[in-house]
């Protein structure tokens, strides 16, 4: 099988690797992937936002399957213009997108499914808006409708703030995307990622795991893409991943289906695990970023099958995903500065040299190469030092070991990946 890879992230990067393990795949190709993905794949120049460039090049390229790992391509109709070319396409459509790219619009889906959600109201005009505010005790949970890069949720204490906000938000802080806000009600619990695959009708489970959205130690400071994840989360429980399954994604993509929006990729579920069960705090429609790189890691399974299923129909014929029982826990390795201002160009050594140690993979989310070959710091997130083990101990053992064997003076991570599930193993 002749594979498009579209992207150039730590998920991508993560995904390669896995793909390029894959008995069926006859080429790897990637638009425009990294330098580090170059090691597995022909890299293209592209723009993941030129979706006519990247239908050419699939075109070009005869490919047999085009796996789209980031959001934005998708939501803009990528899917959709590679499929009127009958090419198989690992992504929704337009349509089935919105789930991610609309809070307002999946809200108004979970109601129409019966999907456990938080109770909420959509405004475009502030006085109501402010008004609804008194249906809930604080905190107050408010959200742009459009996305945001991550930043569009906002959660406050004080009423005079949360109002605030509301006129912040009408008036354009995220510009067309915040015209139109959701506010809903507040979900106390802990959350969990879960991942299906779905070929628009048949959904399997592809995994669980828990992120670390904010910079700081001990879940604090500003959030960020994530800066680390892990694994199986013991939280993930067969009863609780069995109910999800049951009572939310699978509605879910029957919803879709029913709409005539049929899902066709990975089904991402933000959950809070409250008193009376898992309830959707969002819906993504694709990997999780860094999330992918500890499924990947864990995944004895060949990938690409399903991946190939997911376009093109026939999921339920494949036995369930297999996992390796070891846990894996990946850490994050950002610029200095990150969230914020960050410089680019410094040099990192000793990846190459992690690369040896068992059980460690380093998934390269933002490096590129210097004239002399050094491997230089080149976005945010930089590298997600991957490690798994016979139990989570040794993960994290070997993910901080390998970390602390880089050499990078310019580079940040978090100290306690994985410590909701160490408090309680
Ligand atoms: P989202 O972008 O919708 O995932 O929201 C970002 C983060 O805000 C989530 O990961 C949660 O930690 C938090 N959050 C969002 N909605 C709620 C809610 N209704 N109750 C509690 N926390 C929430
Ligand atoms: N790590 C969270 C996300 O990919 O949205």
Redesign the pocket.
């Known amino acids: 099988m002749k594979v498009l890879l579209v992207g150039s992230g730590g998920r991508e990067h993560a995904l390669a690797w896995k793909i390029a393990q894959s008995a069926e795949l006859t080429e790897l190709h990637a638009a425009p992937g990294s330098a580090a993905i170059e090691d597995l794949a022909t890299c293209h120049d592209a723009d993941v936002s030129d979706l006519d460039g990247l239908v050419e090049l699939a075109v070009k390229l005869n490919a047999d399957l085009v796996v789209v790992g980031p959001e934005n391509p998708l939501c803009d109709g990528l899917a959709d213009k590679l499929r009127a070319h009958r090419i198989a396409v690992f992504g929704p459509s337009e349509m089935a997108s919105r789930l991610e790219a609309s ?1 307002a619009y999946a809200k108004d889906f979970y109601a129409r499914y019966k999907v456990p959600s ?1 109770r909420y109201g959509i405004f475009s005009n502030a006085g109501e808006a402010k008004a609804f505010l008194s249906e809930f005790e604080p905190p107050y ?1 408010l ?1 742009a409708d459009g996305l945001a890069a ?1 930043k ?2 906002v ?1 406050l204490e004080d009423r005079a703030e949360a109002e605030a906000e509301i006129d912040a938000f009408l008036s354009g802080k995220f510009g067309a995307a915040s015209q139109t806000l959701v506010i ?5 619990g802990e ?1 969990i990622s879960i991942f299906a695959l779905c070929d628009g009708q048949s959904v399997t489970f592809c995994g669980a795991a828990q992120d670390h ?1 904010r910079v700081g130690e001990g879940d604090t400071g500003p ?1 960020t893409g994530g800066m680390g994840a892990y694994s199986p989360a013991p939280i993930g429980t067969a009863e609780l991943i069995e109910t999800a399954m049951t009572t939310i994604i699978q509605p879910v993509a029957d919803g879709l289906a029913k709409e005539g929006a049929p899902f066709q990729g990975v089904l991402f579920a ?1 959950l ?1 695990v409250t008193p009376e069960g898992p309830k959707v ?2 819906f993504n429609i694709r990997f999780g970023d860094p999330e992918c790189q500890v499924l990947m890691k864990r995944m004895n399974s060949d990938l690409l099958p399903y991946l190939k299923a997911c376009a093109t129909g026939g999921l339920a014929d494949l036995p369930p995903i297999d996992w390796d029982d070891d846990p894996a826990i990946t850490v994050v390795m950002a610029a200095k500065g990150y969230p914020g201002a960050y410089e680019k160009g410094s040099v990192i050594n000793g990846v190459d040299k992690v690369n040896m140690i068992e059980g460690v993979r380093v998934f390269e989310a933002g490096t590129a190469r210097n004239s002399k070959g050094d491997r230089t710091a080149n976005g945010g997130r930089v590298l997600n030092v991957t490690a798994s083990g016979e139990t989570l101990h040794y993960a994290v053992d070997r993910a901080y070991t390998a970390v602390d064997a880089i050499d990078w003076p310019d580079g940040f991570c978090r100290r306690d990946i994985a410590w909701r599930a160490l408090k309680t193993h």
């Not at 809903?184 to 106390?188: L, Q, R, S, V, W």
């Open positions: 809070k938080a949970v959200k991550g569009g949720v959660i809903e009600e507040f979900m106390a959350e959205k959030n933000g809070m705090v969002e």
